[in-house]
């Protein structure tokens, strides 16, 4: 008999799968590269690992039972931490046997009385063992569960093992059924949890920008709550914080070519897929007839020759993001780079910003993830931040300017003022800081929060809202030594955050399944938005209304959920005005198109679709070969960007 770690490693993914722990199985799978061993998931039926621990506690407890003499021997039911110390197994072997002994030594009358006893009292415990046996491992685990009262356990044995450049793509990492908002990790679900929250956080559930997402934040919080950040130090090699980080360590593989353009060759159709509508919304269901007609003959899948895959990433690619002025798309991986994909043909194609950290007079690569991004308004600079505690500013054609380096843990967001002279940064520090961007200096460092800061927007030039693991959100202001404005409401961890075109009003999307609008001049939410059924991962305004460059169309916001589904809201009336359920699996990213009309989305099945928002319909639709963490447009809403979970990068031309 032979096994392997892989196999283990294995078993144990699919239990945490299986028992509703999303945050920690995706997390788990990601550190211990799930996807790269050669299992077939499709082949392990549910509850393998407890029928084969169940199996060898009845093992065990035949050996127990069997004496020298071949006779079974009456003994208590051993537990199954019992089972696995050799003392109280040795300890009761030795009490049985002198059982036996004093048995073959006591009078025949007695022996008898004994045995008749041993004899029903084996008959009884074996009858129970058989009862046991003859459940299903899928009833053994609904009933070991701690979440089996509200769980809908379906199929997770689909594992895509085929991800690239070291990539992992779990094709259902994140969808089983919770009755409630997960507390284990967020722990990306996963999660980092912190959004885990990035992709990078299910954006940690990593940071904020890693997937599976959103609550992977509980085991940082756990730390950061006790103010142990000892360990946290910028550029430490202690991986003892990094509840999530699967960089570290990664299996090596081949390098591939710096950059590799590919044309997809072959479209996939994605299965209907509908949800039951919520009262006073429109849903959208993907079984509708038109939708039907539209993804069957062909109409929206967008053809091969528009699809532009890009490769070179060695890890998943948590981000992406489109400079605001040209043709240059910014992508974030767990393989400590950042890169800079030139799509106008103009100059190199590809530059990659390694971020290095200082190990004596040396610069060596940090090996952890970037877990955000974000383009300077002029597009001349592009700030990143990276799992190892440091903020940097790049120039656009790949150089470093700067490094910023205050924080003590990792950073989970980050964002320019559209002034441009402020960058703004969020980490697991419990701490927001603003920077300098011209001296890289620290102008002021807000330690308000009471756990990991996971998201961070601006609301001026030097007024910032601000949201955590421990359920408050704060507006904040440059000079000012406390919050202008605290935030009271939600009921688990705040996801992100994001002010309307006007700064007027401010949303909030929370693990709680709840989303949230709050203005200046109110301590209660404007709106208590409830329709999602599970957390709500991120959230998006359209660039429409007063204020912006489309003044006439109606303010709309829209929010992806581990329900994967994704909402639009008419944010004045408080109304869901339209359902898109076309996904079926958790949905980490959503952007509209700079004039509003369209609206595209990226879920962890791997498609990327386009939605004409006025008439609620698909237009375009593309699958990749990862789950999807981030969708961007370009300025002129021509082309769209998507980083995936097999460390690709592909790019939809939607030009006419």
Same mark, same amino acid.
């Given at each position: 008999?032979?096994?392997?770690?892989?196999?283990?490693?294995?078993?144990?993914?699919?239990?945490?799968?299986?028992?509703?722990?999303?945050?920690?199985?995706?997390?788990?799978?990601?550190?211990?590269?799930?996807?790269?061993?050669?299992?077939?998931?499709?082949?392990?039926?549910?509850?393998?690992?407890?029928?084969?621990?169940?199996?060898?506690?009845?093992?065990?407890?035949?050996?127990?039972?069997?004496?020298?003499?071949?006779?079974?021997?009456?003994?208590?039911?051993?537990?199954?931490?019992?089972?696995?110390?050799?003392?109280?197994?040795?300890?009761?072997?030795?009490?049985?046997?002198?059982?036996?002994?004093?048995?073959?030594?006591?009078?025949?009358?007695?022996?008898?009385?004994?045995?008749?006893?041993?004899?029903?009292?084996?008959?009884?415990?074996?009858?129970?063992?058989?009862?046991?046996?003859?459940?299903?491992?899928?009833?053994?685990?609904?009933?070991?569960?701690?979440?089996?009262?509200?769980?809908?356990?379906?199929?997770?044995?689909?594992?895509?093992?085929?991800?690239?450049?070291?990539?992992?793509?779990?094709? #259902? %990492?994140?969808?089983?059924?919770? @009755? &409630? +908002?997960? =507390?284990?990790?967020?722990?990306? /679900?996963? $999660?980092?949890?912190?959004?885990?929250?990035?992709?990078?956080?299910?954006?940690?559930?990593?940071?904020?920008?890693?997937?599976?997402?959103?609550?992977?934040?509980?085991?940082?919080?756990?730390?950061?709550?006790?103010?142990?950040?000892?360990?946290?130090?910028?550029?430490?090699?202690?991986?003892?914080?990094?509840?999530?980080?699967?960089?570290?360590?990664?299996?090596?593989?081949?390098?591939?070519?710096?950059?590799?353009?590919?044309?997809?060759?072959?479209?996939?159709?994605?299965?209907?897929?509908?949800?039951?509508?919520?009262? #006073? %919304?429109?849903?959208?269901?993907? @079984? &509708? +007839?038109? =939708?039907?007609?539209?993804?069957? /003959?062909? $109409?929206?899948?967008?053809?091969?020759?528009?699809?532009?895959?890009?490769?070179?990433?060695?890890?998943?690619?948590?981000?992406?993001?489109?400079?605001?002025?040209?043709?240059?798309?910014?992508?974030?991986?767990?393989?400590?780079?950042?890169?800079?994909?030139?799509?106008?043909?103009?100059?190199?194609?590809?530059?990659?910003?390694?971020?290095?950290?200082?190990?004596?007079?040396?610069?060596?690569?940090?090996?952890?993830?970037?877990?955000?991004?974000?383009?300077?308004?002029?597009?001349?600079?592009?700030?990143?931040?990276?799992?190892?505690?440091?903020?940097?500013?790049?120039? &656009?054609?790949?150089?470093?300017?700067?490094?910023?380096?205050?924080?003590?843990?990792?950073?989970?967001?980050?964002?320019?003022?559209?002034?441009?002279?402020?960058?703004?940064?969020?980490?697991?520090?419990?701490?927001?800081?603003?920077?300098?961007?011209?001296?890289?200096?620290?102008?002021?460092?807000?330690?308000?929060?009471?756990?990991?800061?996971?998201?961070?927007?601006?609301?001026?030039?030097?007024?910032?809202?601000?949201?955590?693991?421990?359920?408050?959100?704060h507006v904040c202001r440059l000079g000012e030594t406390r919050p202008v404005k605290t935030f009271h409401g939600h009921q688990n961890e705040v996801n992100a955050i994001k002010w309307d075109p006007q700064g007027r009003l401010l949303a909030s999307c929370s693990d709680d399944m709840t989303l949230k609008i709050w203005a200046m001049t109110k301590d209660t939410p404007v709106h208590n938005l409830q329709a999602h059924n599970k957390e709500i991962y991120t959230i998006k305004w359209s660039p429409t209304g007063p204020g912006t460059m489309n003044p006439n169309a109606t303010l709309l916001l829209a929010s992806a959920s581990f329900d994967s589904t994704v909402r639009l809201w008419d944010v004045e009336r408080g109304l869901c005005q339209s359902t898109l359920v076309k996904h079926s699996e958790p949905v980490y990213s959503v952007a509209f198109s700079p004039d509003g009309r369209l609206l595209a989305t990226g879920s962890f099945d791997k498609a990327i679709h386009i939605w004409d928002i006025a008439r609620g319909e698909i237009v375009h639709?593309?699958?990749?070969?990862?789950?999807?963490?981030?969708?961007?447009?370009?300025?002129?809403?021509?082309?769209?960007?998507?980083?995936?979970?097999?460390?690709?990068?592909?790019?939809?031309?939607?030009?006419?």
């Amino acid at each position: 008999m032979s096994f392997t770690s892989d196999e283990v490693n294995y078993l144990i993914y699919r239990y945490l799968s299986e028992s509703g722990f999303v945050h920690s199985a995706y997390l788990f799978g990601l550190e211990s590269h799930i996807a790269h061993t050669s299992i077939n998931g499709n082949i392990v039926p549910p509850g393998a690992l407890l029928s084969l621990i169940q199996k060898g506690l009845y093992y065990t407890e035949a050996e127990l039972s069997i004496g020298d003499d071949g006779q079974e021997r009456t003994f208590d039911n051993l537990s199954l931490i019992d089972a696995v110390v050799p003392e109280i197994v040795e300890n009761r072997r030795k009490e049985l046997q002198q059982q036996q002994q004093q048995q073959q030594s006591s009078s025949t009358t007695g022996t008898s009385v004994k045995n008749e006893t041993k004899s029903s009292t084996r008959s009884t415990t074996i009858t129970s063992n058989i009862n046991d046996k003859d459940r299903s491992p899928i009833q053994q685990l609904t009933n070991t569960s701690p979440q089996s009262t509200n769980q809908t356990i379906p199929d997770r044995s689909n594992i895509d093992s085929s991800g690239m450049n070291g990539g992992i793509n779990y094709q #259902n %990492s994140s969808t089983i059924e919770q @009755g &409630s +908002s997960s =507390s284990s990790l967020k722990s990306f /679900n996963p $999660t980092l949890t912190g959004r885990s929250h990035s992709p990078a956080t299910a954006q940690s559930h990593y940071s904020h920008n890693h997937p599976p997402s959103s609550s992977h934040m509980n085991t940082l919080q756990s730390s950061a709550s006790a103010g142990n950040f000892s360990q946290m130090s910028n550029g430490s090699d202690n991986n003892s914080h990094m509840s999530y980080n699967n960089s570290t360590n990664h299996i090596a593989v081949p390098k591939p070519e710096p950059m590799d353009f590919e044309t997809s060759n072959s479209i996939h159709h994605h299965p209907n897929y509908s949800r039951n509508p919520t009262p #006073n %919304s429109l849903s959208v269901q993907s @079984g &509708s +007839s038109n =939708s039907h007609n539209l993804m069957t /003959n062909g $109409t929206v899948d967008i053809p091969p020759n528009r699809v532009t895959v890009l490769r070179g990433h060695e890890s998943e690619v948590f981000i992406c993001a489109w400079n605001p002025t040209h043709d240059l798309l910014a992508s974030g991986s767990g393989d400590s780079t950042a890169r800079i994909w030139n799509l106008q043909g103009t100059r190199e194609p590809e530059m990659i910003l390694r971020h290095c950290i200082r190990r004596g007079d040396t610069q060596v690569p940090s090996n952890k993830d970037v877990t955000s991004l974000d383009w300077n308004p002029s597009g001349t600079q592009l700030a990143t931040g990276s799992y190892d505690g440091y903020a940097r500013i790049w120039s &656009s054609d790949g150089n470093l300017a700067s490094t910023l380096g205050q924080h003590k843990g990792p950073i989970f967001a980050l964002k320019w003022n559209k002034k441009g002279n402020y960058i703004l940064s969020a980490g697991v520090d419990r701490t927001t800081i603003i920077w300098d961007a011209n001296s890289g200096h620290c102008e002021q460092q807000f330690a308000f929060h009471t756990a990991p800061a996971l998201d961070v927007d601006w609301q001026s030039d030097i007024t910032f809202a601000s949201c955590s693991t421990d359920q408050k959100i704060h507006v904040c202001r440059l000079g000012e030594t406390r919050p202008v404005k605290t935030f009271h409401g939600h009921q688990n961890e705040v996801n992100a955050i994001k002010w309307d075109p006007q700064g007027r009003l401010l949303a909030s999307c929370s693990d709680d399944m709840t989303l949230k609008i709050w203005a200046m001049t109110k301590d209660t939410p404007v709106h208590n938005l409830q329709a999602h059924n599970k957390e709500i991962y991120t959230i998006k305004w359209s660039p429409t209304g007063p204020g912006t460059m489309n003044p006439n169309a109606t303010l709309l916001l829209a929010s992806a959920s581990f329900d994967s589904t994704v909402r639009l809201w008419d944010v004045e009336r408080g109304l869901c005005q339209s359902t898109l359920v076309k996904h079926s699996e958790p949905v980490y990213s959503v952007a509209f198109s700079p004039d509003g009309r369209l609206l595209a989305t990226g879920s962890f099945d791997k498609a990327i679709h386009i939605w004409d928002i006025a008439r609620g319909e698909i237009v375009h639709s593309y699958r990749g070969t990862g789950g999807i963490f981030e969708v961007c447009w370009n300025s002129r809403g021509t082309r769209v960007g998507a980083s995936a979970s097999d460390g690709t990068v592909c790019v939809l031309d939607l030009r006419k």
